[in-house]
């Protein structure tokens, strides 16, 4: 039987322990790595002391049932810390405590901190009031007692959203039982702590000479809520350079500041899948996101001369650059990626980093296809797009050009290597404009990119490509878009088509751009002429 109750966390860091580390830290490794546990704690939320006392800092993880936390899940991320953990935490002063939770009450317009945003979230007051039992019988009975009177007492203060009342959890086998209760109230709120705390409340009394002692009473602001994926730029942006770059034990999260501050890391998916993701750009929390949807068969990577364009020319976005799934790995057991699974995908990534609405989603080839998708599927999630070099439609021809792709990648070559290194140079050579063909460094690029994709990731990826047909949804979108197309690709061939859906996109239709010199990969092959056909969208 489930046992919700809470992790609580109070922390001061020690003098010579710089803050921003301190946060970086917390922020980036060890809020995350718990929030992975999603049958274990379903939030993690950070408070500062609003009262100007110490300890300066609380945490606070709601846990789905109390005795998940003596499990090897949980005990081994304590167990198991990394070198920056240990050296970290050591400058810390810590002290944790388990709560079971008694009882709950919460106003209607109560809603799961987790669930608002950062900037709904971002100020909301906690105060904790703290009882130690005395031992008398019917101590713990009277004290929750009195506390139901009190909590009806706050309830009628204006912004009172929830109140909670914990006792000392049955895992802490040694302690003295205590009572804490957590009271939250909107940023905008008619709290008179020192009127309405304790000491005028119902019967408080007799409750103080009978049956407890006030042990603490404290007040707190929310200001950061945790997610499963690492975040915090802006922390690590304040970091020396070259000092404190942080590699996690598989190699999964990396967090730098040389030159600039970038975080890799990963999102487990619904179905289990993990996807890599890197978060770079503007370090400012509230700065607007960009994101890019890669073509089938290429990484992340293939944006680099495009973001580094960006980052000069429009230095206030953040960037959000990730790869499908296919591209390392498929779901056990294997399922074919669709667009509808893609752009669930990137939700997922969304939530993850708490990102409730990205500026603007840039894809190409399947990432372009995927971008239409997301926009249609998500709208709320999305301020404008650039989708490029795609198609509304598959045909079967294509679906059969995929299926003989497969089995040119399954293949084994003469050399004893994957046939996908043929694929690789067949495919480059299809995509990529004759000018481009001439640039080595370019074509050794892609080539290599997409020879390295892993090859069942490829026979289940590319099935998103096939059998699929937007057009009939392309006038009910609600999300502006522009239209990006090489002036090459398929012999100018896709040209011709999306200018022949370019005028079904929502009420107006959308303007097509046309890259010279260009085929498939405009942002690869002329990221110049590329960046000139966008920077007036952005």
Not at 484 to 493: M, N
């Amino acid at each position: 039987m489930a046992n919700p109750g809470m992790l609580y966390v109070t922390m001061q860091p020690k003098p010579g322990l710089p803050i921003e580390q301190f946060h970086e830290w917390y922020d980036n490794e060890h809020g995350p790595t718990r929030l992975r546990l999603p049958q274990i704690f379903s939030n993690g939320l950070r408070y500062r002391a609003a009262d100007g006392r110490e300890p300066e800092f609380l945490a606070v993880y709601d846990v789905t049932s109390m005795s998940l936390l003596e499990t090897n899940t949980y005990t081994s991320l304590r167990e198991n810390r990394s070198p920056r953990e240990a050296e970290t935490i050591g400058q810390v002063d810590v002290k944790r405590y388990f709560w079971d939770l008694v009882t709950a009450k919460q106003s209607p317009l109560f809603i799961p901190i987790e669930q608002l945003t950062d900037d709904e979230a971002e100020g909301i007051v906690l105060l904790t009031v703290e009882l130690k039992l005395k031992d008398t019988a019917d101590a713990e009975a009277e004290t929750i007692k009195w506390y139901d009177g009190h909590v009806d007492m706050l309830s009628k203060v204006s912004g009172w959203l929830r109140s909670r009342v914990f006792r000392t959890s049955s895992l802490e086998t040694s302690a003295p039982t205590s009572l804490i209760a957590l009271h939250e109230f909107a940023k905008e709120n008619e709290l008179d702590v020192t009127q309405q705390a304790v000491a005028p409340s119902s019967k408080w009394e007799d409750i103080d000479e009978k049956y407890a002692t006030l042990t603490s009473q404290r007040l707190y602001s929310l200001f950061y809520v945790f997610g499963p994926a690492p975040r915090d730029l802006h922390n690590l942006s304040q970091l020396k350079p070259s000092t404190f770059t942080f590699n996690s034990w598989d190699s999964m999260t990396i967090t730098s500041n040389d030159p600039t501050p970038v975080i890799t890391s990963h999102v487990t998916a619904s179905d289990g899948l993990s996807i890599p993701y890197r978060l770079e750009g503007n370090p400012d929390p509230k700065a607007p996101t960009i994101a890019f949807c890669n073509s089938l068969l290429t990484s992340l990577h293939m944006w680099d001369p495009l973001v580094e364009i960006l980052k000069a020319q429009r230095p206030q976005y953040r960037i959000l650059r990730y790869d499908f799934r296919g591209r390392h790995a498929i779901p056990s057991p294997p399922t074919p990626a669709t667009l509808d699974v893609l752009s669930d995908d990137l939700s997922s990534v969304l939530s993850a980093l708490r990102i409730s609405k990205l500026d603007t989603l840039i894809g190409v080839s399947m990432g372009g296809a995927s971008t239409l998708k997301f926009a249609l599927k998500y709208p709320d999630k999305l301020g404008k797009f650039i989708a490029c070099d795609f198609n509304v439609a598959s045909s079967p021809a294509n679906t059969n050009a995929w299926k003989e792709r497969i089995v040119v990648a399954e293949s084994i070559l003469d050399d004893g290597s994957p046939g996908i290194k043929s694929l690789a140079g067949q495919t480059v050579a299809r995509w990529f404009h004759p000018s481009t063909m001439q640039k080595q460094d370019t074509v050794s690029w892609i080539v290599d990119m997409v020879a390295s994709n892993s090859i069942e990731g490829f026979r289940y990826g590319c099935q998103a490509l096939w059998d699929y047909d937007m057009k009939a949804q392309m006038t009910e979108c609600q999300v502006p878009g522009l239209l990006v197309v090489g002036e090459g690709d398929g012999k100018g061939a896709l040209v011709k088509a999306m200018g022949g859906f370019r005028g079904l996109l929502g009420k107006d239709g959308a303007k097509l751009v046309i890259v010279p010199e260009a085929g498939h990969l405009p942002m690869c092959e002329n990221p110049v002429a590329f960046w000139d056909a966008i920077k007036d969208t952005l």
